[in-house]
């Protein structure tokens, strides 16, 4: 199971959106409504941003938000603030009963 | 609150095995599925190993098939990772998370983790 094509790096002013792309397969991506999002800041554990394509748990900030089109996952962040630096990953359950994870995205808040 | 605190990691010879843990606290560890997720130095997260909420079914990666085994044991509310034949490639931080909702939609939240590091 490859691994999901995520950029390695993305940046943005505060205030500003940017979107980070998720891309993989019919057999995941594709073909699931799993489709998470998760924030990693350095030296911490990841937390859950985004279920179900484009679900937020309850205390995630409304500027995160996700979406999917054909094998593509994105995660839009608005408004942005220094906090929101942090790396991101997105994940898939697949069609193998597997999960994969994408290789991650750097976010710098310039 | 919920609490996940993993140990048993520490640094082994290739070859050697090893046997996590996790220890839950703060929901109903026994109507949820829990993951084992990895990361290794600098680099991206790599899901390792689920198993549903009553131990009856488990899945695993390619990568650890056939060398590591997920179990838990609901009585004591722990999750365990056994992993055996450890290669240089294996060492990383382990996380166990619990499933957020259900057994497909998402890890959360996560433990503090524990490094293994597989070195001779």
């Known amino acids: 199971q490859s691994a999901l094509t995520q950029p390695a790096s993305v940046s943005g002013s505060p205030g500003q959106s940017i979107t980070i792309s998720c891309t993989g397969t019919?057999?995941?991506?594709?073909?699931?409504?799993?489709v998470s999002w998760y924030q990693q800041h350095p030296g911490k554990a990841p937390k859950l941003m985004i279920y179900?394509?484009?679900k937020r748990p309850s205390g995630v900030s409304y500027r995160f938000s996700g979406s999917k089109s054909g094998n593509t996952a994105s995660l839009t962040i608005s408004g942005l603030q220094a906090e929101d630096e942090a790396d991101y990953y997105c994940?898939?359950?697949?069609?193998?009963?597997?999960?994969?994870f994408g290789g991650g995205t750097k976010l710098t808040v310039l | 609150e919920v609490q996940l605190v993993e140990s048993g990691g520490g640094l082994v010879q290739p070859g050697g095995s090893l046997r996590l843990s996790c220890a839950a606290s703060?929901?109903?560890?026994?109507?949820?599925?829990m993951s084992w997720v990895r990361q290794a130095p600098g680099k991206g997260l790599e899901w390792v190993a689920t198993?549903?909420?009553?131990?009856?079914?488990?899945y695993s990666a390619d990568s650890v098939k056939g060398r590591f085994t997920v179990s838990r044991d609901n009585s004591k509310n722990t999750l365990y990772l056994q992993m055996n034949s450890l290669r240089a490639e294996d060492t990383a931080i382990y996380y166990c998370?619990?499933?957020?909702?259900?057994?497909?939609?998402?890890?959360?939240?996560w433990g503090q983790g524990t490094l293994v590091t597989v070195s001779s």
């Open positions: 703060g929901f109903t560890f026994a109507t949820y599925a």
């Open positions: 994940s898939s359950y697949t069609s193998a009963r597997t999960w994969v």
């Open positions: 019919s057999s995941d991506v594709g073909g699931s409504n799993y």
């Open positions: 179900d394509v484009s």
């Open positions: 198993i549903i909420y009553s131990g009856g079914v488990t």
């Open positions: 998370a619990k499933a957020w909702q259900q057994l497909v939609n998402g890890f959360d939240p």
